[in-house]
């Protein structure tokens, strides 16, 4: 595809963790498929990186201002560094344990799928939700977190899931870690995971309004696959009037010529 075709909007939030508090701080959005007229790829800071400093966050390398925007032709280093190299042995393999197409898979897709973890750091990409045409309204996939912290009986029971397999969603009150985590269970109620964090504000907000929301098991990619790779799943429910995801004061731009999306807050698919 030649950068005098418009290519399809896409947008990603990067999210920075206290290794300390476990606390999430929306940092930064990388945007792709701009005009034709414009750099493909741009990357700016969101208000959240403000309160992430105090809490010890610095800026990441490359982009070393929280004012400026910062505009490419080519992904940035920082992401395509999160991305494994089309010409490994496991390069196809990693893609279908994401559940994509090698055909037709692009990097922002890859990002979003594998959140991007990297053991070195802190950082963690996730998309930016929009209205589905297919299905509920509201929907979008995350990797199960916690898994490492499961009894051996919950990863055996992950490896008997089959994709549609619907899971409860269950309100972790007494966790230890996070009185607001949201456990994933089986229909026979065994936990088989974790929300991200990051989701967990959206999908309280979805569970108190939606008469529907609900969480479907899309991959299940046995060993040898990471651990943090082991369970994909799909977060489904409505969107009612007025329901703007990530859309807080926290996750808008620092600065103000960065490119306008507050159309999808309001659920607009056409931007």
Not at 38 to 56: I, R, S, T, V
Not at 88 to 113: C, F, H, I, K, Q
Not at 192 to 206: E, N, S, T
């Amino acid at each position: 595809m030649t950068k005098t075709e418009q290519r399809q909007l896409q947008a990603l939030y990067v999210t920075w963790q206290n290794s300390l508090t476990k606390q999430y701080f929306p940092v930064g959005r990388l945007v792709s498929g701009l005009a034709p007229d414009k750099p493909e790829y741009e990357f700016c800071y969101l208000n959240g990186a403000d309160a992430a400093e105090k809490a010890g966050f610095e800026p990441l390398l490359s982009f070393s201002s929280l004012n400026r925007i910062y505009r490419s032709d080519e992904l940035f280093p920082l992401f395509q560094n999160r991305l494994m190299s089309p010409g490994r042995v496991e390069y196809r393999e990693y893609l279908s344990n994401l559940g994509l197409d090698p055909a037709t898979v692009d990097p922002m897709t890859v990002l979003v799928r594998s959140g991007g973890v990297r053991a070195t750091d802190s950082l963690e990409i996730f998309e930016v939700p929009r209205v589905s045409d297919v299905g509920l309204p509201f929907q979008t996939h995350f990797l199960a977190h916690g898994l490492r912290y499961l009894h051996s009986t919950s990863l055996m029971r992950i490896g008997a899931l089959q994709p549609n397999d619907r899971l409860r969603i269950m309100h972790d009150f007494q966790n230890a870690h996070d009185a607001g985590a949201l456990a994933l269970s089986t229909e026979d109620r065994i936990i088989v995971g974790y929300m991200p964090r990051y989701l967990l504000g959206d999908a309280f907000k979805l569970l108190t309004s939606c008469i529907t929301v609900e969480c479907f098991v899309s991959r299940v990619n046995p060993v040898p696959a990471p651990l943090q790779q082991r369970l994909l799943c799909r977060l489904e429910a409505c969107w009612t009037p007025g329901f703007r995801p990530f859309c807080d004061r926290e996750y808008e731009p620092i600065c103000p010529e960065a490119v306008d999306l507050s159309a999808w807050c309001g659920g607009d698919s056409d931007v």
